[in-house]
């Protein structure tokens, strides 16, 4: 199955249970279980969709420990960025 459709089936499964036991959210999201996120990661996301009300879909960027450095992974600009590098 394509990993779009795993996460839509994961979104609809959880905004059918949000729905059934009156949870209220305002954001939906999907976090690889192999990444580290910096601790303000979705309090600096959700800032930006609060600034943007056009913003619809949002990703982080992904960096690499190498020995002592960090590496900032290749931007592809076809596709959201994260886990994908």
């Known amino acids: 199955m394509h990993l779009a459709n795993v996460i ?4 609809d499964f959880a905004i059918n249970y949000c729905s ?6 305002s954001y939906l999201g999907n976090l690889d279980a192999d990444l580290i996120l910096e601790p303000m990661f979705y309090e600096k996301l959700i800032k930006e969709f609060e600034k ?5 879909i949002a990703s982080g960027g992904t960096r690499h420990i190498v020995g002592d450095r960090i590496i900032y992974a290749k ?3 076809d ?3 994260g886990g994908t590098c």
């Not at 839509?8 to 979104?11: L, Y």
């Open 79 to 81: 596709g959201p960025s």
């Open 8 to 11: 839509k089936k994961g979104f």
């Open 52 to 56: 943007d009300s056009k913003l619809g």
């Open 75 to 77: 931007v592809n600009i």
């Open 20 to 25: 059934e036991n009156s949870i209220n959210y």
